[in-house]
């Protein structure tokens, strides 16, 4: 942020520059001497090389710097421009109260692409009580006639927005919608700053006027359609869904603002001055010190350090992501400085609620279970299979593999004409495991475990016999043998075939040779995937899969092909299991089977694989009751990783750590949310089969993670649906 002229044409009495506690601006030169502009520049360009900066954002600020006139301005985006040619893209803006805005401006900003915020607070009643001439004359109509000027269709582009600063005095909606009318790029709302030592106006003497008041704005825009971006708002929505901070004034993004005064002096954040005299100052100046100095000078090193940085009250808190701490000017209490929460902080936690309140249904795809329901996510896993193999063929194709541009045609041409088919065998599981596996080996530059493209045309090859297609595939067999997704496992001896559809299955050439084989009946050479039906009329069949290569996913190994007997002795144990959890169970029961597409024998028990969704991995050897445990817990796990794999639920966070009931040590809220959710699962069964109940540790669980702040609305919404199975039958 660039000071290019100290002193102002208008007297709001709520500006932080002139009306606040430090008086600096009395002792600085009025206007920036072409010295000091040329010595930013220069600075800016060690800075943005050293460091290899793509662009540079350049503020022009005040005081209202259109009073340094067109020539001055014209000079020093000379200078800034000179000064990063060749060295890093310049971003140049500028802040002004519209008073002074003219075509000449405009012309000079367009030559330069400086793009132009105007402060504005609402109509003119609410513009008026704070935004006058030293006389008490109105700014309104000026400032309207600058914005008619900037929303021309010549100079709209550099139209940046408008900057209101809130009066909860003034009527919430038709603030707005005086804003709106201007058809701003976007707006952002302004809490007046203030301190602990100077509050800010509370009419009514309400804790959280600011925020009932800017829950109102937020009500009429949401309603309104969103008609325009507002910062604060935006800001908001993205941090309660796992994003960035969007404003300086929320969340705990790392600073990364300077500001140069007119005689050259660097100094901290512009808002700082209304803490205490000499609360912005560094000791720095452009001629002496560089950018690197500030940016290691204590104080602006305190505003980088995320969650560290806040008062331990707010580390404590569950907003705290969102918020931040608010603004650190308005954390100021002279007794300690800034190691405090804003003196909005009951405004802040208000808002921030608030707006997760209003959104929270729109998150709140969940069933009874607290888990995703089954459509919505499985539309998501598909598209993010699909956009795997997107990437995947975007690493190869341009690699010359000749193999795998063939297979992807092959691939290309069975969704044209079976899309459901192809979408089958993108949906195994076991896919997925090849895809991450791919990508992971060609990131570090290893090869991959199978060539991709005999994947891709197995792939291929399984649509076309699923769909029934009149496309012969050639595919390659490795060590004389070809597992085809979904479908089974050939064993031919030899290196390479062509396979095609026919009538109840498929056809295998070799040479002059071809065998025909049926989909579902195992024939010397053909080992077809069992299937374990469904458990009630019209339940969806499960895929017995201990045949793809890619299935030993999982914490324990894979068990190797059944016999038909250890089959058969699979198949009733998972049948009396199933019985057991529909008989004590119902409910969990049928939301165990939602979305279950296939179980792997497993040498022992182990945890959600990484395979997409539906897959399953169920120890072999474990008993009717440990069977059905497994199939609880472990499909509650895996469709809380899938769903996780699709949405934020909470922001990953390597400081915080909580404790968990079921652990020897404190954990991520990754971790205990993911015991919490398997032990609600357990517990209805517990509690219908009489065993003993966890019931306390659960209860205690669930408040940790709904106090958790790493959680988004998303997760939250999770949370609550845990809460809510758990109580229904506690």
């Known amino acids: 942020m660039v000071k290019v002229h100290s002193r102002c044409d208008l007297a709001c009495d709520h500006c932080y520059v002139y009306e606040h506690a430090d008086q600096s601006w009395r002792q600085r030169p009025a206007v920036i001497s072409e010295a000091v502009a040329e010595r930013i520049a220069e600075r800016l360009a060690e800075h943005a090389a050293a460091h290899g900066l793509p662009s540079v954002t350049v503020i022009l600020h005040g005081g209202e710097p259109l009073l340094a006139g067109p020539a001055r301005l014209r000079r020093l985006c000379e200078a800034l421009e000179r000064g990063l040619d060749g060295v890093a893209a310049l971003d140049l803006r500028i802040h002004t109260n519209g008073i002074r805005l003219n075509e000449a401006f405009l012309d000079l900003f367009g030559e330069y692409g400086v793009k132009v915020g105007v402060s504005l607070d609402g109509d003119r009643a609410a513009n008026d009580r704070h935004r006058r001439f030293a006389n008490g004359r109105t700014s309104h109509p000026r400032v309207l006639k600058a914005l008619g000027l900037l929303g021309r269709e010549r100079h709209r582009h550099l139209y940046q927005g408008l900057l209101c600063t809130v009066d909860v005095e003034n009527d919430p909606r038709a603030v707005l919608d005086a804003l709106t009318a201007l058809a701003p790029p976007r707006v952002d709302f302004l809490l007046p700053h203030a301190t602990w030592e100077t509050p800010p106006a509370r009419p009514g003497g309400r804790p959280d006027a600011y ?26 929505l993205s941090t309660l869904h796992g994003g960035p901070s969007l404003t300086e004034s929320l969340g705990l993004a790392p600073t990364d603002l300077v500001v140069v005064e007119t005689d050259g002096t660097l100094e ?18 452009v001629f002496g010190h560089s950018f690197d100095e500030v940016a290691a000078h204590p104080g602006i090193r305190a505003r980088r350090l995320g969650l560290a940085g806040v008062s331990a009250q707010c580390r404590r808190c569950p907003v705290v992501r969102s918020c931040g701490g608010g603004l650190y000017a308005h954390r100021y209490r002279a007794a ?3 190691d405090n929460p804003s003196v909005y902080c009951t405004d802040l936690k208000a808002l921030v609620e608030g707006v997760e309140q209003r959104i929270a249904p729109a998150a709140d795809v969940f069933g009874p279970a607290g888990t995703a329901a089954p459509a919505p996510l499985a539309a998501a896993q598909q598209e993010l299979t699909r956009l795997l193999l997107v990437r995947l063929h975007e690493d190869l194709a341009g690699s010359g593999d000749e193999d795998w541009q063939r297979s992807w045609e092959l691939v290309e041409a069975v969704e044209a004409e079976a899309p459901d088919a192809l979408d089958a065998v993108l949906d195994h599981p076991y ?16 090869p991959p475990d199978e060539p991709p493209a005999s994947r891709l045309a197995a792939l ?5 016999v699923r769909g029934r297609l009149d496309l012969p595939v050639s595919v390659v067999l490795r060590g004389g043998e070809l597992y085809l997704p979904t479908l089974g496992l050939l064993r031919t001896g030899g290196s390479a075939a062509r396979v095609k559809a026919a009538d109840g299955g498929f056809c295998v050439r070799e040479g002059e040779a071809e065998r025909r084989f049926a989909r579902s009946d195992a024939a010397p050479g053909w080992q077809p995937v069992r299937i374990w039906p469904g458990a009630e009329a019209g339940g969806a069949p499960v895929a017995l899969d201990d045949l793809d290569p890619f299935r030993d996913c999982y914490s324990r190994p894979p068990r190797p092909r059944l016999d038909a007997a250890g089959a058969a002795a699979w198949r009733r144990r998972l049948d009396a299991a199933r019985a057991l959890l529909h008989r004590t169970v119902p409910d ?24 997409g969704p539906g897959a399953l991995g169920v120890p072999y050897g474990a008993g009717v009751r440990e069977t059905a445990l497994a199939l609880l817990a472990g499909r509650r796990r895996a469709r809380l990783r899938e769903l996780t794999e699709v949405s934020d639920l909470y922001v990953p966070d390597g400081e915080r750590l909580h404790d968990s009931p079921w652990r020897e040590r404190p954990v991520p809220v990754s971790e205990l949310l993911a015991d919490v959710d398997a032990q609600v699962a ?12 966890d019931g306390d540790a659960i209860a205690r669980a669930l408040d940790r993670l709904s106090d958790a702040p790493e959680l988004t609305v998303t997760g939250r919404a999770v949370v609550a649906g845990l809460r809510r199975e758990f109580e229904s039958g506690a």
Do not use: I
């Not at 896919?431 to 290893?446: E, I, K, P, Q, V």
């Not at 291929?460 to 076309?464: D, K, L, P």
């Open 211 to 236: 925020a009932r008041w800017l829950l109102r704005v937020f009500d009429h825009w949401d309603g309104q359609g969103r008609p325009v971006p507002v910062r604060l708002f935006d800001s908001l």
């Open 268 to 285: 901290q954040a512009d808002s700082l001055k209304t803490a205490h005299e000499g609360a912005a100052a560094t000791g720095f100046d």
């Open 336 to 338: 300690n400085g800034f």
């Open 431 to 446: 896919t997925r495991t090849w895809l991450l596996g791919t990508l992971d080996s060609l990131r570090r530059g290893c």
């Open 460 to 464: 291929a090859a399984a649509a076309v």
């Open 588 to 611: 969990p029961a049928r939301e165990t089977a939602a979305g279950l597409t296939t179980l792997t024998p497993l040498t022992g028990p182990g945890g959600p694989g990484r395979c």
């Open 682 to 693: 357990a517990e209805a069964y517990r509690r219908a089969a009489g065993d003993e109940r």
